[in-house]
């Protein structure tokens, strides 16, 4: 196997086309990303993107020095066929840092699977499945857009919504759902409050959320209170999910003890790649909880990534929410765009992470470009 010859860092602001509001934040004009590239001797490249959201994981400025100064010395010389033991001293390097690690382990896989002629979801296991439902978000201050966006993707074949609420009133948030419960009976609705509810009097609000039938509702109160949101889990029918309380598998493990959530978004962003995405469904699947699989504000590499990790691991099986390249940026940063036909994302069956990016547009959003 050819060595690691050349690691280059990009970091670059991807626009996007409303804004959005969520419990924890906001999201105007663009978001900043960093993007790795490995090439090996014999031309081969590995593309990886870390695409972190300060209010929830870490910085992009944090991420681009992860790689460009911590990570770099034992990436340049390595071989992508050392991976596991490459991404153990990149953990040993830098506490934290989940999303520079998922960049990482991206570009080393997808140059370890061209090198192998095989996808990523071979190289995590084997695949369990060939596609995955899509799910879009709803979390424009302008419903009248937010309608427009849910006819747009139902006529795309989009069955599932997932309604962010907390950012506005409680009626704002009841009126929407009632809006789009009537408008489209036949979809799947979900709910995420990204930490947005005040714990003191969520039961009230939560049995009003629960009467439209959500198949679940996500992080309702703050990250770290783990007992309103043990609490609510045990109060409420509707299943409840953690995201912004559990990273990673110590974080599933506790969680799962204390009996936090019904059910927990793995997104590789937080727990720091695919292989250690499988280890938090792996932790929820012996306690018996069911995953989703989330994201950030992710351009279609990183989607690559979370559907190769879905699609080998049986456990996350309540969709995922990579809708983003499609709906939400101006533009994306693969040649080809992310493939979802029929409201469902196809697991790509070519090498390696299987989408090719468009370096010359990608150079032309980077501000840093670290050779
Ligand atoms: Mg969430």
Redesign the pocket.
Known sequence: MSAITHMTVFLAELKVNTPRR?GVGSIEGGIDNVFVKITDEDGRTGWGEASPWPVFTGTAEAAAGALDKHFRPFVVGSKASDHARILAKANKAVARSPEAKAALEMALLDLYGKQTELSVAELLGGRVRDEIPLSISIADPDFGRDRELAQRATSDGIGIF?IKTGFDSHSFDLMRLESLRAKFPDVDIRV?Y?QGLDPTGAVSKLRDIASFKPTFI??PVPADNWRAMTALTAAIDTPI?A??SVFNAVDAFRAAEARIADLF?VKIMKSGGMKAGQEVSAVAKAAGIACYG?DMFESGLAHLAGTHMIAATENISLGCEFYQARYYLTEDILKEPFSCEGGMVQVPTKSGLGGDVDENRLRAMASVIQE
């Open positions: 969520h997932k995420d990204n996500e992080q999910m995201d912004e978004s989330g």
